[in-house]
Nanobody, 123 residues
Framework: QVQLVESGGGLVQAGGSLRLSCSASGRTFSGYTMGWFRQAPGKEREFVAA????????YYAGFVKGRFTISRDNAKNTVYLQMNSLKPEDTAVYYC????????????????WGQGTQVTVSS
């Protein structure tokens, strides 16, 4: 079992930045691929970014377009999502997830999920 707890969400103006954190406890953090997903009201959950076990490879959704950066610190059992140039359409609940699969964007391959953190971007 892996327990995930997100933090760092909040209200920010368009063009601003936030850094989300996801702390993991339980089994060896470095054994998991980590991902960030988001879900806006009335919309399906969508992939945002993923990072492999070592932090050497990353995937990003197209809408990120260089604005977001995923990183991890295996010594701290934490994965981060740095979000810059935020837009109102980035408003959503952001979820951290973990999988023992190789790097993947597929939500159904992630076995463990956090409770989510709200990000609201005002125009």
């Amino acid at each position: 079992q892996v327990q995930l707890v997100e933090s760092g969400g909040g209200l920010v103006q368009a063009g601003g930045s936030l850094r989300l954190s996801c702390s993991a406890s339980g089994r060896t953090f470095s054994g998991y691929t980590m991902g960030w997903f988001r879900q806006a009201p009335g919309k399906e959950r969508e992939f945002v970014a993923a990072i492999d076990r070592s932090g050497g490879s990353r995937y990003y959704a197209g809408f990120v377009k260089g604005r977001f950066t995923i990183s991890r610190d295996n010594a701290k059992n934490t994965v981060y999502l740095q979000m810059n140039s935020l837009k109102p359409e980035d408003t959503a609940v952001y979820y951290c997830a973990a999988t023992q699969s190789l790097l993947t964007i597929r939500g159904y391959e992630y076995n463990y999920w956090g409770q989510g953190t709200q990000v609201t971007v005002s125009s």
